[in-house]
């Protein structure tokens, strides 16, 4: 595994850990690298600048080692949510009632997604309605 500390357009930072270099590459032209704060592609590795501490030597920096595994699960995470975001028609408030409607066939299928209530959610089991939670990424604590 090899770290990056990458960057979107936005400046948000954030790091990716990829079995190698030429993975990193083929994930990044796939458009898979993607921004966990913003969700863009546009990223970039970022430059490390070199450790050079023009203050008293005590100034602070923020490091953290990801778990690898937790880091691979975010990122499908994520390709998921952007690949239902991209396709699928927002519907808002109205997923219930939308999904409802599909699954009894009284419009054509298609890929839907927004929000509903506990109780919604709960009547849409019991009609046997397909559905499956949207994966929510939150954003990295800074
Ligand atoms: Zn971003």
Not at 41 to 52: G, L, N, R, S
């Amino acid at each position: 595994m090899i770290h990056y500390s990458l960057v979107c357009d936005k400046s948000h930072k954030f790091d990716g850990w990829f079995s190698n270099a030429a993975a990193y590459d083929a994930q990044k032209l796939r458009g898979l690298v993607t921004c966990p704060i913003c969700l863009t592609t546009a990223v970039d590795k970022a430059i490390m600048a070199p450790a050079v501490n023009r203050t008293d030597g005590t100034e602070k920096v923020s490091l953290s080692i990801g778990h690898p595994q937790h880091q691979q699960l975010r990122e499908a995470m994520l390709a998921l949510r952007n690949k239902v975001t991209s396709e699928a028609d927002y519907v808002g408030d109205r997923f219930a009632e939308e999904a409802r409607k599909i699954h009894f066939k009284e419009v054509d299928a298609r890929g839907i997604y927004g929000e509903a209530t506990k109780e919604e959610v709960a009547a849409l089991v019991e009609d046997g309605v397909d559905f499956m939670p949207l994966p929510s990424v939150k954003e990295e604590h800074n």
